[in-house]
């Protein structure tokens, strides 16, 4: 089969990605190999292919939103019959003893294993999934449409939990493209007001479109105070801009799982009030079967551009350089 892996991680335009010939991986107990249909594209395949994050292993195919049916099924693996459509996400497994694991917080687990980062993901033509940590998909829901909620979509719903804006209250995004897309769709159909802040001219009209209450540039001060926000730019220089911009006791909640450099804070105007600063890391399978039941009761819809699987490096490069609008998508 083929698959793309990260040879050195680069620039994205000076080709980090190289294109290699593999044996068909064979699953291991309680694992099923499937044959990819498609595979989102993320800012964190993008982070891995430019150096961002190190590599946790030489030559890994990236690749965490894969939507395909299982082609094979290792020992002990009855979860799902063969010719079934699922989802492969980032969480590719805990090791379900830790004491994160042990009190429900599996996200924050000591030892996880991540698609498309420690174990090969779905830029390929099938990939290994641990079956307790994929996902059924719902019918109705096509497979280009389904592949950015497992991961854009999951993360994005953990993070507006975690920005904890009360009922019918004004919620800033900051930053607005794959996973922001999905979530302010979350946020509007639970009532909430929703700010973005973002600059990009596809991102701006992308977020007029859903219908959100304004659309600004990332700098400015949104029309009125907030009561949570999520920052989605992997940039550093908007936590004190978006700190501003909260109300008091308002929580800001850090998206990304890489960030630039955050500057120096001023305590008085951008943390006092009791102001919260705080990250998001990765999600439990709880945050996804929630999500998805709620994404399809919702009739959240994910925006998105397809790409063949041979054109992996360009769909990065326009990820990069802000070429489109919502979710890219890999097609095989
Ligand atoms: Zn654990
Ligand atoms: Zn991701």
Redesign the pocket.
Known sequence: MRAWVVGTPGQVDSGPLRRVDREEPVPGPGQVRVDVSCCGVCRTDLHLAEGDLPPRRAAVTPGHEVVGRVSARGPGATRFTVGQRVGVPWLGS?????????RGE?N?????VFTGWDVDGGYADACLVDESFAYPLPDGLGDERAAPLLCAGIIGYRALRCADVPPGGRLGVYGFGGSAHLTAQVALAQGLRVHVLTRGEHNRRLAEQLGVDSVGTATDPPPEPLDGAILFAPAGELVPVALRALDRGATLAVAGIWLSRIPALDYAAELFGERRLRSVTANTRRDGEEFLRLAGRLGVRATTVAYPMDDAPRALSDLAHGRFGGAAVLHT
Do not use: M, Q
Request: proline content about 7%; glycine content about 6%; charged content about 25%.
């Open positions: 805990t090791d379900g003893s830790c004491r994160f694991c042990r599996e924050l687990c000591t030892a996880p």
